[in-house]
């Protein structure tokens, strides 16, 4: 499997907020299938987080990683090359091999085809998107696109050819050893309030989770929550007791109220308001 970074870009939503991400973009060596993994950093962590991403949307692991000398990978000094040492325990854990090349060598030519159509295509929707949530919802969706268009090299789907290259994929490793490489990672059964608690502040998620075992991730000023690989919702971290979006709390209301006569649209809005006045 191929690893890159598609580095520094850039999308505006609709409000003129510009966010800036990077994605990781891994490649499958026989059937072209492409995963893409946002990502607000490009360090060891980061790195491994994606790759951990990766190896869960994949549903294996592939014999070995080919990558170049990116920064979070290695550390040259003096023109020597050594891994850093997370990345070392990781290989010796996970069972998966790291190899290095050169950037742009002959190993690594012919697979950049789809990340670029990747990426022209996730350039169509700039200044088109709500926020970032949306941003990460969209990538999946053009990375499903991607893997059902035919690849010029393969001249097949990626996602054709895949269904048998994941018959020869490895059993991913133990689960708890994975996720004890992805830092500050908490677990939670989401409850009927449908909040997650992060730091004694209430979040947010759809009703449709309550009961289910979600994944709450920090980074920087955000709490992104997952279920599974499936990212579920983002919020702004603070110091508020409780942070409903409001399309949870009205869905909720819809679950509980039945009375098509009520105005639930107007009782969600003026609960709302009264839970913010409360949880300041």
């Not at 970074?5 to 026989?30: A, C």
């Not at 190896?55 to 692991?61: A, Q």
């Not at 290989?91 to 670029?116: F, H, V, W, Y």
């Not at 979040?203 to 599974?228: A, D, G, M, Q, W």
Request: charged share 25%; with cysteine; hydrophobic share 35%.
């Amino acid at each position: 499997m191929q690893v890159d970074w598609k580095e520094n870009l850039r999308m505006t939503t609709i409000h003129g907020e510009v966010i800036e991400f990077n994605l990781m973009t891994s490649t499958l060596g026989y059937s072209r299938e492409h995963i893409f993994v946002y990502t607000k950093g490009k360090t060891t962590e980061d790195f491994l987080r994606c790759i951990i991403d990766t190896l869960y949307r994949l549903g294996g692991t592939p014999e070995h990683i080919l990558t170049d000398n990116m920064t979070a990978v290695v550390s040259i000094t003096n023109g020597s090359k050594r891994k850093h040492q997370k990345i070392r325990a990781f290989e010796k854990d996970s069972g998966m091999k790291i190899r290095l090349c050169k950037t742009r060598s002959p190993q690594t030519k012919g697979k950049d085809e789809s990340a670029n159509r990747f990426i022209s295509w996730l350039n169509a929707y700039d200044g088109e998107i709500e926020n970032e949530e949306e941003l990460i919802h969209l990538i999946e969706k053009i990375n499903r696109r991607v893997n059902n268009t035919i690849n010029q090299t393969t001249n097949m789907p990626p996602h054709v050819l895949f269904e048998k290259e994941k018959e020869y994929l490895r059993p991913l490793p133990n689960k708890v050893m994975l996720d004890s490489y992805v830092d500050n990672v908490i677990t939670q059964i989401v409850p009927p309030t449908l909040l997650v608690t992060y730091n004694g502040s209430g979040y947010s998620v759809p009703t449709k989770f309550i009961n289910k075992r979600v994944k709450l991730v920090p980074i920087e000023n955000k709490l992104y929550v997952y279920f599974n690989t499936e990212l579920v919702t983002v919020h702004q971290i603070n110091k508020n007791k409780f942070n409903y979006k409001h399309d949870h709390y009205q869905e909720a209301l819809h679950h509980t109220i039945c009375n098509k006569d009520i105005d639930i649209d107007a009782i969600a809005e003026e609960n709302l308001k009264l839970l913010e006045r409360i949880g300041k």
